[in-house]
């Protein structure tokens, strides 16, 4: 009797284990398939406009280009005029002669938000600065635009809205005594802040 019991307990306890295991395997099954779709989805690149590094033009190389948005929180000046801005980052490898590039940047629409930034070069580096929206060293610029999103929801509105364009930033070098080129086009893709 007790060996019936037993039996009883184990077959229903194998039975329990083969449900788990066909439960477990489509699971798995749903999963593989889930992420096979999804990384075959169109993604929304044509918002994103970019340049491969390193952007090359006119003499100068820029071997390092970062934009991003930064939050105006614990920046006083900021926080009175947006709640997140767009900044850039240029690295300069090499600059032959003297001249300038000019960074600009753009909204959704393409229109250019803020001033032309302009930053000067000469035997091979930039030439320092600061301001405000601008810091620039030998051979790092830091441009900011002290313009933005002036509310969360309008940031997170652009950051998931698959109809717009990305903000970006446009360079083009202008050398002395020379036409001037473009050096690189960068999105300014959002995050999360």
């Given amino acids: 009797m007790q060996d019936q019991k037993d039996t009883k307990v184990?077959?229903?306890r194998r039975k329990d284990m083969v449900w788990g295991c066909i439960a477990l395997l489509i699971l798995l099954a749903g999963a593989i398939c889930f992420w096979s779709i999804?990384?075959?989805?169109?993604?929304?690149?044509?918002?994103?406009?970019y340049t491969k590094l390193?952007?090359?033009a006119a003499g100068v190389r820029i071997n390092e280009a970062e934009a991003s948005w930064k939050s105006s929180q614990g920046d006083a000046r900021m926080e009175l005029r947006a709640y997140s801005y767009p900044s850039c980052r240029l690295v300069l490898s090499?600059?032959?002669?003297?001249g300038y590039i000019t960074v600009r940047m753009f909204d959704t629409n393409g229109t250019q938000m803020g001033d032309r930034v302009r930053i000067n070069y000469s035997n091979?580096?930039?030439?320092?600065t600061h301001g405000n929206s601008l810091q620039v060293t030998e051979k790092e610029a830091r441009i900011r635009l002290e313009d933005?999103?002036?509310?969360?929801?309008?940031?997170?509105?652009?950051?998931?809205?698959e109809?717009?364009?990305y903000w970006s930033i446009q360079v083009t070098c202008h050398p002395d005594g020379a036409k001037s080129e473009d050096l690189g086009r960068l999105s300014i893709?959002?995050?999360d802040l």
């Fill in 10 to 12: 184990l077959a229903k």
């Fill in 38 to 49: 999804i990384d075959k989805a169109p993604q929304a690149e044509w918002r994103n406009a």
């Fill in 54 to 56: 390193p952007w090359e």
């Fill in 94 to 98: 090499e600059a032959s002669g003297t």
């Fill in 124 to 128: 091979g580096q930039f030439q320092p």
């Fill in 148 to 161: 933005g999103f002036k509310t969360p929801d309008l940031y997170k509105l652009h950051q998931v809205n």
């Fill in 163 to 165: 109809k717009e364009k």
């Fill in 189 to 191: 893709l959002p995050h």
